[in-house]
């Protein structure tokens, strides 16, 4: 025959994820395309002299996975060695964090700044036994009295530093926190080292920006780490200018050149969809509106391959996170408060307007919107918006989503399923913060978080990211947490009612995630025609109890037909 097949594989489930999540056993890739999927008497004549053959022995070949919203170059920056890993379980308490930081201090020159990444109070013993007690910066000054360090939590919404840190930023009593950020005070008013939301910003803008090898290394990393795991498209959700005060300039413009300068070189090996970030975690509509109108705000990628690398659409914050009780709430937190939008001005109605203004004028200008949205108050205020925007300028196929939205409320499900909106949840979040967040907002409430069940029986498309590094960008646990809701720490169930099943699961990181992307119609299932995208799993994943799923490993993973991990033939 004309075109034999590149690749064919036999003797597994494979799982399709087209509208009817059919199960065939085999299929053949020719040229970077599924060419045949069926049996094994519908691919065999599709065998050359230089086809490889796969026997899947009865593995899963799945659609290769869609993480979409995932922080490629902030992920790669970090782990280690790039950073201090400050994750559970590398650490379990502060006093763990102070001799991390110490065996670092003597590693570094003199003066050179120290960074870490991932510490949660959920996960320090200190700060489990007493919810007051928080980080501060006299647990890092006795290991680094010269060193400045910095430490990133898991959010990405709170920063830990210490006194010489401080000291070189030029923060004191005085220092008058951004709009939507706040600077924690002792009952001294005496700066603790703790940093939230906008304010993490004055540290960042004094750090030295991160380099473009730097870069190029970190994402040379990411896209290692998400080969290995079966990832092979994912969501940069906020490159820009106003990316470039957080995490060192991690998610600013420059890193959507090295993206640019990789995909010349062949050297990436995930397909990359963006949302340009015009303005950081807190602007006005004014401000948001300046920026959108720059080059780097245009959307104008000048990629040479688009379904490699293409900018979708912008992103905005419009609120903060529940463990720093900044996401905004209907009703308060435990304790008091009920947050607030993260935008300018000074009352919440003022507040409204601004973010009302910024969706419309993207909408308007023809961006896909995905918005920081997690308070049930918030994403009410934020599904309106998108709605009234879509309203005053008609848009089809707009698919603005509200990212993470933990607490969706059946309003904001009925306007975004109206309208053809999206979410993008977290599950991996979910399985982090189970444990922790009922001291925030109480169990019922805590148990909600994340409703993937109400959410789909709303209609509302739903996609799944880790928002790496926030969590590690494994899918596998996603999956299971959707099916389980059990949590990180204690394995208890948190909200059995909002557990969907497997293939809806499958979905939230296939053919989902493809939408969000506007590739559906190319991408995320196993029909003929369609990008050869694969994800080979040991064992049969359609059977697994759901608690196995985490430690199935993937075998291979094949991108536009080329294969980028691969342990079958090792």
């Known amino acids: 025959m004309d075109t034999y097949a590149d690749l064919v594989f036999l003797g597994g489930q494979v799982v399709t994820v087209d509208a009817e999540f059919s199960v ?14 069926g049996g094994r008497d519908d691919v065999t004549p599709l065998v050359g002299p230089r086809t490889r053959v796969v026997d899947l022995r009865g593995a899963t070949l799945l659609p290769g996975i869609n993480d979409s919203h995932l922080h490629g170059c902030a992920f790669g920056m970090s782990t280690p060695p790039l950073s201090v890993d400050l994750g559970h379980p590398a650490v379990s308490s502060l006093a763990d964090v102070a001799s991390a930081v110490r065996e670092a201090v003597g590693r570094m020159p003199d ?74 005070a002792d009952e001294d008013g005496e700066p603790t080292g703790l940093l939230h939301e906008g304010a993490q910003a ?55 050149d090295v993206y640019r300068e990789l995909l010349a070189d062949g050297e990436l090996t995930a397909r990359v969809g963006v949302l340009l970030l015009p303005t950081g975690m807190t602007s006005t509509a ?34 903060g996170v529940v463990p720093n009780k900044t996401a905004w709430m209907h009703e308060p937190y435990v304790g008091g408060g009920c947050g607030s939008l993260c935008v300018g001005g000074e009352t919440d109605t003022e507040r409204i307007a601004e973010i009302d203004a910024m969706i419309r004028h993207a909408h308007a200008a023809g961006h896909q919107l995905g918005v920081h949205v997690t308070g049930d108050r918030a994403i009410d205020t934020v599904a309106d918006a998108f ?23 059946a ?37 909600y978080a994340w409703p993937y069940r109400d959410a789909v029986d709303a209609g509302v498309r739903v996609a799944s990211g880790s928002d790496a590094p926030v969590t ?35 979905r939230t990181y296939t053919i989902d995630a493809a939408w969000q992307d506007f590739a559906d119609d190319w991408k995320g299932s196993l029909e003929p025609g369609k990008a050869a995208d694969l994800c080979v799993l040991d064992g049969d994943l359609l059977t697994a109890d759901a608690h196995d799923i985490p430690e199935m490993p ?17």
């Open 387 to 409: 709605a009234a925007a879509m309203a005053e300028h008609p848009r089809p196929d707009a698919r603005h989503y509200v990212i993470h939205g933990d607490f969706l409320t």
């Open 111 to 184: 003066g050179q700044w120290i960074t870490g990444h991932g510490w949660d109070t959920g996960y320090l013993d200190e700060c489990v036994a007493d919810p007051s007690r928080l980080p501060s910066r006299h647990d890092l000054d006795a290991v680094s009295p010269d060193h400045p360090v910095v430490l990133y939590s898991f959010s990405g919404h709170a920063t830990w530093v210490n006194s010489k840190a401080l000291e070189l930023v030029g923060i004191d009593r005085h220092t008058v926190a951004p709009p939507g950020g706040a600077i924690v």
């Open 472 to 506: 590690h960008p494994d899918w596998r646990q996603g999956v299971a947490t959707m099916m389980l809701r059990e949590s990180k720490a204690a394995g208890r169930v948190s909200g059995p009612e909002q557990r969907i099943g497997l293939a809806e699961a499958i």
């Open 554 to 570: 993937v075998v291979l993973t094949v991108v536009d037909g080329q294969v980028v991990h691969d342990t079958l033939r090792d």
């Open 24 to 37: 065939a056993s085999a299929l053949a890739v020719t040229g970077g395309i599924i060419s045949a999927v």
């Open 286 to 319: 004014e401000e948001f509106a300046h920026a959108l109108a720059t080059p780097d705000g245009s959307g104008e990628s000048g990629d040479t391959d688009p379904r490699r690398l293409a900018i979708h659409g912008v992103k905005v914050f419009a609120d």
């Open 411 to 447: 309003h904001g499900m009925e306007v975004l399923a109206t309208h053809g909106f999206g979410v993008n949840m977290n599950p991996t979040i979910k399985w982090t913060v189970a444990d922790m967040e009922e001291e925030f907002v109480g169990a019922e409430r805590a148990a």
């Open 202 to 256: 004055l540290v960042q803008n004094a750090l030295p920006p991160l380099g473009r090898q730097e870069r190029t290394d970190a994402i040379r990393s990411a896209l290692a780490t998400l080969a290995r795991l079966g990832v092979t498209s994912y969501t940069e959700p906020g490159l820009g200018p106003g990316g470039d005060g957080i995490m060192r300039g991690a998610l600013g413009s420059e890193t959507l």
